[in-house]
T-cell receptor, first 116, second 113 residues
Framework: GDSVTQMEGPVTLSEEAFLTINCTYT??????LFWYVQYPGEGLQLLLK?????DKGSNKGFEATYRKETTSFHLEKGSVQVSDSAVYFC???????????????FGEGTQLTVNP | EAQVTQNPRYLITVTGKKLTVTCSQN?????MSWYRQDPGLGLRQIYY???????DKGDVPEGYKVSRKEKRNFPLILESPSPNQTSLYFC????????????FGPGTRLTVL
């Protein structure tokens, strides 16, 4: 079945540092890939997405590129801020998801803490 | 404001005492679902609904029930809660399938003693 593996956390960085959170996936066919962010005490929000190979999703300075050859969707940001402290989830939606509840398959989540 | 609301936000209960967690969305979305979030496991889908009166099991449906009598509401029912259902629960909804974007509620933290 479909699965998503994220780098283990927690990750602690200083403000303005470069961020990479690794995400790899296993899926049948060509899934859509997502990064969701969960700020403290809140629900998940879509951060960015990519629906086909070589697509780059971007939002709020974050980027991720859909790499089919390495089955990866790593999240990057060039200069993190304290306000980026949150839990980040990589997720996929398989091509057959409409027949199985449009289910999102999530990774374990990576806690990011950015210190001033 | 477009949103998904859940109530209660926090609940502590005892084993076997029936409870309902409500979920409501104001975006006229057809698709709604429930997830539970546990440390090291990410989010796992419990149940989903493609439309009114249409519900189906997700990955971890045991011990849960749902109903979808109205488009906006999708309550999660625990008939006889057990300690292994202690978790953080999220309701989500989605409109146009082509958008692929799901909107999540703020979460309900449930503790079963």
């Amino acid at each position: 079945g479909d699965s998503v593996t994220q780098m283990e956390g927690p990750v602690t960085l200083s403000e303005e540092a470069f961020l990479t959170i690794n995400c790899t996936y296993t899926a049948t066919g060509y899934p859509s890939l997502f990064w969701y962010v969960q700020y403290p005490g809140e629900g998940l929000q879509l951060l960015l997405k990519a629906t086909k190979a070589d697509d780059k999703g971007s939002n709020k300075g974050f980027e991720a590129t859909y790499r089919k050859e390495t089955t990866s969707f790593h999240l990057e940001k060039g200069s993190v801020q304290v306000s980026d402290s949150a839990v980040y989830f990589c997720a996929l939606k398989g091509p057959l998801a409409e027949t199985s509840g449009s289910r999102l398959t999530f990774g374990e989540g990576t806690q990011l803490t950015v210190n001033p | 404001e477009a949103q998904v609301t859940q109530n209660p936000r926090y609940l502590i209960t005892v084993t076997g005492k029936k409870l309902t967690v409500t979920c409501s969305q104001n975006m006229n979305h057809e698709y709604m679902s429930w997830y539970r979030q546990d440390p090291g496991l990410g989010l796992r889908q419990i149940y989903y609904s493609m439309n009114v009166e249409v519900t189906d099991k997700g990955d971890v449906p045991e011990g849960y029930k749902v109903s979808r009598k109205e488009k906006r509401n999708f309550p999660l029912i625990l008939e006889s809660p057990s300690p292994n259902q202690t978790s953080l629960y999220f309701c989500a909804s989605r409109g146009d399938p082509l958008t692929d974007t799901q909107y999540f509620g703020p979460g309900t933290r449930l503790t079963v003693l």
